[in-house]
């Protein structure tokens, strides 16, 4: 399934779900991540809730999608960055100020996974799964700081219920977003008397591309390891990150949200 059909399962699960809202009109966000899976759907839900939505993507399919959301009267644009690069991150500032002005809400969702135990993983994989997993919050709130500050804005980092379980295989991931969710916090505190809201969201299972590579077997044996039973869609995550954005979220900050139908909760007792 490409990004375009999943777009097109999102748009059937909205409607089977109809309870988009309106609580974003006109906010500025910035989805890192936005060409694929949740990032794709976040852009997508927070353009339905009225944003004007920068995707920032290494990938240049983000502009498909963009200009697929224009085409349906949303306000979108494509940016192409590179979220390990400083360089990039002021390059979007400049772009975003020029396309819609001040940033309100910044999803830092990007991701690149390389699996293997700690004694095969390279130092400069290692190196690399920290770059685009863990250092783009840091280089993304110190990038948008006098925006987020003046519009009393929302950041929210995706991280993963990895944060606190241990898989095989998964050391820098892991590291990467535990460390996301313990900086979510120290900024929290560091910029809450300036009205700035940082919360992370702990996706469990959720049916992205990063699945398209695992067999059916191990999909039914995730899905049955969560409380719920299945595998969870994107859009229940972007519901999440839309939620944190809005002023519903207003007395939720230095949070996590974990989104992942019971995953972390569910045991077998034998
Ligand atoms: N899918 C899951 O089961 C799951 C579970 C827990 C957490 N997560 C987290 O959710 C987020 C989204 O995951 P997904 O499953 O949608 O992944 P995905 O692979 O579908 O999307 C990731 C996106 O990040 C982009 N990207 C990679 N490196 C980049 C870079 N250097 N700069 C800019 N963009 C870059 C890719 O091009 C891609 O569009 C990630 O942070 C991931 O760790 C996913």
């Known amino acids: 399934m490409d990004d375009i059909e999943r777009i097109a399962v999102h748009d059937a699960t909205d409607r089977q779900r109809g309870d988009v809202v309106n609580r974003l009109t006109d906010r500025v966000a910035v989805v890192t991540g936005a060409a694929s899976g949740i990032g794709a759907a976040t852009a997508k839900r927070l353009a339905t809730e009225g944003a004007c939505v920068v995707l920032a993507d290494i990938a240049e399919s983000g502009n498909e999608l963009a200009a697929r959301l224009r085409g349906e009267g949303r306000r979108a644009e494509f940016v192409v960055c590179d979220v390990s690069r400083e360089q990039d991150w002021d390059a979007l500032r400049e772009r975003v100020h020029e396309l819609f002005g001040s940033l309100d809400v910044l999803c830092s969702n990007a991701s690149r996974q390389r699996a293997a135990a700690a004694h095969e993983l390279s130092r400069h994989d290692w190196d690399q799964g920290l770059a685009v997993n863990l250092t783009p919050l840091f280089l993304g709130v110190?990038?948008?700081?006098?925006?987020?500050?003046?519009?009393?804005?929302?950041?929210?980092?995706?991280?993963?219920?990895?944060?606190?379980?241990?898989?095989?295989?998964?050391?820098?991931?892991?590291?990467?977003?535990?460390?996301?969710?313990?900086?979510?916090?120290?900024?929290?505190?560091?910029?809450?008397?300036?009205?700035?809201?940082?919360?992370?969201?702990?996706?469990?299972?959720?049916l992205t591309p990063v699945w398209d590579d695992i067999d059916e077997a191990d999909r039914q044996r995730s899905a049955a390891a969560t409380a719920l039973r299945r595998l969870g869609d994107p859009d229940e995550v972007a519901a999440a990150v839309a939620f944190l954005a809005s002023s519903d979220a207003s007395y939720i900050t230095g949070a996590e949200l974990v989104v992942d139908g019971g995953w972390s909760v569910h045991k077998e007792s034998r």
């Open 142 to 206: 110190r990038t948008f700081l006098d925006d987020l500050r003046a519009r009393h804005g929302s950041v929210i980092a995706i991280s993963s219920v990895h944060a606190h379980f241990g898989l095989p295989g998964q050391p820098g991931y892991a590291a990467a977003k535990g460390g996301l969710t313990a900086l979510v916090r120290q900024l929290a505190v560091e910029y809450g008397s300036e009205h700035v809201r940082v919360n992370a969201i702990l996706p469990g299972p959720i």
